[in-house]
């Protein structure tokens, strides 16, 4: 069994920088970040393996956030830099019992609850 629980989001301005945690119970491989804005399915943002060394954006992230993982710490971790509006959305992160990197939500086995990160202009 795996447990997730994500913390960190809040209301920021453009431009500011927000930290996500994912603390995690049980065994974990590879893990990512997804985000789903209202109405809208969700979406993969960033993918990390277990040994944290490969690491995936999705192109809208690419060069703002950075992905990284703790494994003695069991936390993974999202560094968003130059935040838009656009990034407003409930952010979730997922876990895999795959070793490799995973960037396909279906793919996914565990699920946090998410936390909410909205940006305003």
């Known amino acids: 069994q795996v447990q997730l629980v994500e913390s960190g989001g809040g209301l920021v301005q453009a431009g500011d920088s927000l930290r996500l945690s994912c603390g995690a119970s049980?065994?974990?491989?590879?893990m990512g970040w997804f985000r789903q804005a209202p109405g809208k399915e969700r979406d993969f943002v960033a993918a990390?393996?277990?040994?944290?060394?490969?690491?995936y954006y999705a192109d809208s992230v690419k060069g703002r956030f950075t992905i990284s993982r703790d494994n003695a710490k069991k936390t993974l971790y999202l560094q968003m830099n130059s935040l838009k509006p656009e990034d407003t959305a409930v952010y979730y992160c997922?876990?895999?019992?795959?070793?490799?990197?995973?960037?396909?939500?279906?793919?996914?086995?565990?699920w946090g609850q998410g936390t909410q990160v909205t940006v305003s202009s």
């Open positions: 997922a876990a895999d019992r795959n070793l490799g990197i995973v960037t396909s939500r279906d793919e996914y086995d565990y």
């Open positions: 990390i393996n277990w040994g944290g060394t490969n690491t």
């Open positions: 049980g065994r974990t491989f590879s």
